[in-house]
């Protein structure tokens, strides 16, 4: 039996709703570049590996993966941020193009679009050079004026903060959506969550929930603590994703949990953003919250066995 006859979904149906459904991801998008190659030697100047760059590839990362995720899945997608004025953004807009989502980029001559530079070799990541930059205040204000100008136009919205800079006006986005009667989804960062007040759901993974309630010793205490923060923030609900142990919807009807489907795990990066991605495009296509996290989870298990920057095919999911 298939995962969506346990579920008892027509795939044929959930393909006809996820084509209307459209989703606005706000945050932080970066580039992300790997270069392949082979080591065989370490170099005479020191003690370092020396890679032979075979070949090199370009996919969008941060918030911008995770409208690719939503896109693979048959959504519609449209990603707001700021962006540099230089070579890495327009190769960002292609990528975004290419998969059939909608870029409105706000182009800051003043800073550099973030670009991650990741070297593989025998796929073993060597090393991993950032480059990035804060968004000026001129150009975040701008950007919140073209959200106020199209939320409205879209039936779920993800905030995808990755920590750079462009969810400042993060508690006037939340404010605005849900005025707008749209469902905010964040994917948050750092340890005060106070500016994520009255948002619809929390996604933080095990690690970024433990920086902010503390540690666990067990179930029941994870469980109070997820529920003191829920009702802190006036949240309807808080995801927590626990890695092998799978991830828990906690809601004030009570927690639900799922376990992992992933078989073999390769690169977890960009699986928080297929979970987030996952959820708000189930959420815009009429799914409730527990069927949401089932089929987020689903994709996640699959992102996971892929290599690097990666999303989850519709045909993919459907195939479980």
């Given amino acids: 039996m298939t995962l969506m006859q346990q579920l008892g979904l027509s795939p044929q149906e959930l393909t006809r709703s996820l084509t209307n ?17 082979d080591v065989s030697r370490i170099s005479p100047e020191a003690p370092v590996p020396v890679a032979k760059i075979a070949r090199m590839e370009e996919r969008a990362g941060g918030a911008a993966n995770v409208a690719r995720n939503i896109a693979s899945l048959g959504g519609k997608a449209t990603i707001l941020s700021v ?13 975004m193009e290419s998969d059939g989502i909608t870029p409105s980029f706000k182009r800051d001559p ?6 991650k530079l990741r070297v593989v070799a025998r796929q073993q990541q060597l090393i991993r050079l950032d ?3 804060a968004p000026s205040h001129e150009i975040l204000a701008d950007k919140l004026d073209d959200y106020a100008a199209i939320v409205a136009e879209h039936d779920v919205v ?11 006006h993060v508690s006037r986005m939340i404010e605005l959506a849900r005025a707008a009667g749209k469902p905010v989804l964040i994917d948050p ?17 095990r690690s970024e929930f433990k920086q902010v ?20 923030l006036q949240l309807d609900a808080l995801l927590v994703t626990r890695s092998e142990e799978g991830m828990t919807l906690y809601r004030e009807a009570g927690a639900v949990h799922e376990p992992t489907l992933a078989q073999e795990v390769y690169d977890v990066s960009g699986a928080g953003d297929t979970v987030i991605g996952t959820l708000g495009l189930m959420l815009a296509a009429g799914l409730d919250m527990p069927l949401a996290m089932r089929l987020a989870n689903a994709a996640a298990g699959i992102v ?6 990666a999303v989850c095919h519709q045909r993919e999911l459907f195939a479980l």
């Fill in 158 to 168: 993800i905030l995808s903060d990755y920590g750079k800079g462009g969810l400042t």
């Fill in 213 to 232: 309630a503390g540690s666990w010793q067990n179930d029941e205490q994870l469980a109070a603590k997820a529920q003191a923060l829920r009702s802190q």
């Fill in 304 to 309: 996971v066995a892929k290599l690097g920057t």
């Fill in 21 to 37: 459904s459209r989703v606005l991801v706000v945050g932080d998008v970066m580039l992300d570049r790997y270069w392949f190659g």
């Fill in 83 to 95: 962006v540099g004025d230089d070579e890495a953004a327009t190769a960002l807009t292609r990528l």
């Fill in 110 to 115: 003043g800073i550099s679009t973030t670009i």
């Fill in 189 to 205: 960062k750092g340890d005060d969550y106070s500016k994520y007040a009255g948002a619809t759901l929390l996604t933080p993974n």
């Fill in 131 to 133: 480059f990035e930059d």
